[in-house]
């Protein structure tokens, strides 16, 4: 295998941070701390690439202009000195061998700037074609090194690093022997990002100087940025990357940058074809495109109207800047107009998308004729000409109108009738308006704060569990039918939903060992608490027993909800031993008042409970059990009805759905069926049509519409649907057989890394009780720096129990999936026993 190529600044990229990737044969940085966080400080300040994988390729001689002149498609008769011209370099037929930047140096001197893909490739036809011509051909891209500072901040941080004034520099003009960090360089202004921003060509001994200089005086405005923001820039500016929206097989014409190509200049390569392009019209065309339907346009899916194919994706991209996900493609050009309706195939579906205006970002560039461009305005962020967004909320202006078509003179008059002692009498603790670019600026800046859990290996679990979620999961799920689908109250145009829904609730009442189970709830805690206040109307009792060891979270919402309801919650400690619930205190804590006792196994802890004496000291008080249960657990554990529970509630999160930052979760409850009439949601039923065959049914539903306010149990009128669908596909996928496999796979290897742990005595069981698949450990070392620790070796560590028992101090709560393997187990235990 032939070594990968390097820049002189190797070596600096790794030690910040870089993912390096084989770029035409080019060991270069990808990213550094995020593609997309990238991409934003160069739309918003400063990004610095290193490009030095460019060609660069000096043509000179006595007819060196004739020479380009018959091998460019542009018109260089009228370029000067210390200016750039754009232009395609073609074949014959009219495909395109490069796209390339000219820079004249000086009379009958030029350099070609070349794309790294094609640098072999492109001086092999330079030289082909120079024979009968004067000319010097000299590739000195082994010699230079390029960098390029892109970015509105860019010409500001440069400058302090420069010994000439900038603004001079023009959009598309360069000026030599600039002192840049103290060497000297060549500084143009062209840029491949859609934002405004320099070009620096140096020697490559000069490039880590330059390199670190500039980094150096733009501080916190300016970071480094790989290929793939590079590359995600350039899309959302519509630029056009050689094999994709030009190639051999793509002509400049079709590609969209016809514009370049200019057919009253002297005979070139591939005049011919072009000219009558450009004449009689191409036959396809460049277009972009939204998706409409969920999925990711990638290069070379097909593009279609109906049954027929008319085209294929060249880029598609989850845009950064506008939040959507977009496309370019080539397409039959009768179909290339605005608004027409388009489906990409992706895989094995079709998702629907809409053609749409391109660039999708526009940004102004230091033109000559600056008076002229500022006076265009920027409307690819949904601003137009009079600086309007496309969403504006209610001015006072338009306030004081609607208060003066009902009689009114102020807000407050408005509000009169509301009694004071229960009004806020004060403005609303809110930020000032900020407008969409702002908004959108704050809201990636705090989803950049996220670390995606496919990149660290998770111990983690303490109600949000990392199990594997087959392919066909996201599959199915990701089917339009289901992700778009409105809720079932119309039967005859939701047979799929409905079934899918009665599937979720057969499976779930099986594994539960129930008679009944309804459509989901919103999440695990809010399940539990809707089980407990249905035991309270089901009893008439309004005492509810709950064991402190469920999770802290569940009982949090407990206390929410019940907050002004007239009830007691009694909460019934765990013993210090085994960490499961204290059965004596049990006993003393029901009575014939109590209505239900809430009990989680296995526990926050990950303890399996002794469901057989809480059962019987439930029962025994005539209290309903209501039981909060893992269903993974529920493949190898005995369930919850063969114990005697009457509801049975939980999270489903670890059946197919992920982890998804905290949610969106979905919740279980199933019951004996004699308490169906009481159950919180909806039910769907089986029934049959009027030919005889299966029909499903929302049997038991509630709208908001049906509540009956100070009558109504609760006031559930919705479900999970889209996630119960996940978690419907994963158990029948895996079968009874294949959730037995997971619960034990996770079970053994959970032991596993607790007797590694323990093994040596650094670390001390925390209890003594028998756990499925999370365990507790203590140490001298607090929590947070084992975590640190961990951290650093791409681990994400056990939770810290301090954050809800302060007496658990030091005490980690470790959680062990079929998804770890044995050395990423080595791995967590090397690392916490070395600190």
């Not at 519509?238 to 969209?256: C, F, K, M, R």
């Not at 496999?741 to 028998?770: C, R, W």
Request: one cysteine or more; proline letters at 3%.
């Amino acid at each position: 295998m032939e070594e990968l190529k390097r820049t002189s600044l190797y070596d600096t990229h790794k030690n910040l941070g870089a993912k390096l990737v084989d770029f035409a044969g080019w060991e270069m940085p990808l990213e550094y701390e995020g593609i997309n966080k990238e991409h934003e400080i160069v739309r918003n300040s400063a990004g610095l690439f290193d490009v030095s994988h460019m060609g660069e390729v000096e043509v000179k001689g006595e007819n060196s202009e004739e020479f380009l002149q018959f091998l460019l498609t542009n018109d260089l008769s009228k370029l000067k000195e210390n200016s750039i011209s754009y232009t395609p370099m073609c074949y014959e037929n009219g495909g395109v061998v490069d796209d390339l930047l000219v820079y004249k140096l000086a009379d009958k001197h030029y350099m070609l700037v070349i794309n790294a893909s094609n640098i072999d490739k492109d001086v092999e036809w330079i030289e082909k074609h120079s024979t009968n011509f004067n000319v010097d051909i000299k590739d000195c891209s082994n010699e230079i090194s390029l960098v390029a500072i892109q970015g509105p901040k860019a010409q500001e941080i440069l400058q302090k690093a420069t010994d000439i004034d900038l603004e001079p520099i023009k959009f598309y003009k360069f000026s030599k022997n600039v002192s840049v960090c103290g060497r000297s360089c060549l500084v143009s202004r062209t840029g491949y990002t859609g934002e405004d921003g320099f070009e620096v060509y140096c020697k490559n001994k000069d490039l880590k100087t330059i390199w670190d200089g500039l980094l150096k005086t733009g501080g916190v405005n300016i970071a480094p940025a790989g290929l793939g923001a590079r590359d995600t820039l350039r899309f959302e500016a519509a630029l056009p990357l050689y094999g994709h929206e030009i190639s051999e097989h793509i002509s400049p014409v079709e590609g969209g940058i016809g514009f370049f190509v200019k057919v009253d200049k002297p005979n070139y390569i591939g005049k011919e074809v072009l000219a009558q392009e450009k004449k009689d019209g191409v036959k396809r065309k460049i277009v972009g495109f939204e998706m409409i339907g969920k999925g990711m346009p990638r290069s070379g899916f097909d593009i279609k109207i109906g049954d027929e194919i008319v085209g294929f994706v060249t880029t598609g991209c989850a845009s950064p800047t506008t939040g959507k996900i977009l496309g370019l493609g080539l397409v039959d050009a009768k179909y290339a107009e605005i608004g027409k309706e388009i489906e990409i195939a992706i895989r094995k579906r079709v998702v629907p998308a809409v053609i749409v205006e391109k660039p999708f970002y526009k940004k102004q560039y230091k033109k000559d004729n600056d008076k002229n461009v500022s006076e265009k305005k920027n409307d690819s962020m949904g601003v137009d000409k009079t600086n309007k967004f496309k969403y504006i909320p209610a001015t006072s202006e338009d306030k004081d109108k609607m208060l003066s078509v009902v009689g009114l003179k102020s807000t407050e008059e408005l509000f009169s009738d509301v009694p004071k002692e229960v009004r806020l009498l004060r403005d609303l603790n809110l930020d000032k308006a900020k407008s969409e670019l702002e908004v959108t600026k704050i809201v990636k800046g705090i989803a950049d704060e996220n670390v995606n859990i496919e990149d660290l290996v998770c111990f983690m679990g303490a109600g949000s569990y990392d199990h594997y979620i087959p392919s066909v999961v996201k599959h199915v799920t990701g089917r339009s039918e289901f992700y778009t689908s409105y809720t079932p109250y119309q039967a005859e145009i939701s047979q799929g939903t409905l079934q899918v829904i009665f599937e979720f609730q057969s499976m779930i009442a099986e594994i539960t060992g129930m008679e009944i189970a309804n459509a989901s709830m919103y999440d695990g805690a809010t399940a539990a608490v809707e089980g407990c206040i249905m035991a309270m109307s089901q009893t008439k009792k309004d005492k509810i027993v709950v064991a402190k060891s469920a999770h802290p979270e569940t009982l949090e919402v407990l206390h929410t909800y019940l907050r002004f309801k007239d009830c007691e919650i009694v909460e019934v400690d765990f013993t210090d031993e085994y960490g499961s619930t204290d059965l004596d205190k049990l006993r003393v804590a029901v009575d014939d008042k109590t209505a239900c006792v809430f009990v989680q196994t296995p526990n926050f802890f990950g303890i399996i409970e002794d469901l057989k004496n809480i059962e019987k000291i439930t029962h025994d008080n005539k209290a309903m059990l209501v039981v909060g249960a893992d269903p993974i657990s529920l493949g190898v554990l005995k369930s919850p009805g063969e114990f005697g529970a009457d509801i049975v509630v939980g999270e489903a999160q670890s059946l197919g759905n992920s982890m998804n930052f905290g949610g969106p979760y979905v919740g279980f409850m199933a019951s004996k069926s004699k308490y169906v009439r009481k159950m919180p949601g909806r039910i769907v039923g089986q029934s049959v049509d009027s030919k005889g065959k299966p029909a499903y049914v929302l049997t038991l539903q509630t709208r908001e519409q049906h509540i009956r306010r100070e009558k109504a149990t609760s006031n559930i009128c919705s479900n999970q649907a889209l996630n119960a669908l996940a978690a419907s596909v994963y158990m029948a996928t895996m079968g009874k057989e294949g959730l037995r496999d997971v619960a034990i796979q996770s079970m053994k290897k959970a032991h596993y890394t607790f007797n590694k742990l323990i093994e040596k005595g650094k670390y001390k069981p925390l209890f003594k009780g028998q756990f499925f698949k999370e365990f507790a450990v203590s140490s001298a070392n607090s929590v947070e720096d084992i975590n640190q620790k961990l951290l650093e070796g791409n681990i994400l560590g056990g939770y810290d129990l301090e954050k809800d028992f302060k007496n658990l101090k030091n005490s980690s709560l470790i959680c062990v999936t079929e998804k770890r393997s044995k050395d990423e187990i080595h791995k967590l235990v090397h690392i916490m026993e070395g600190i």
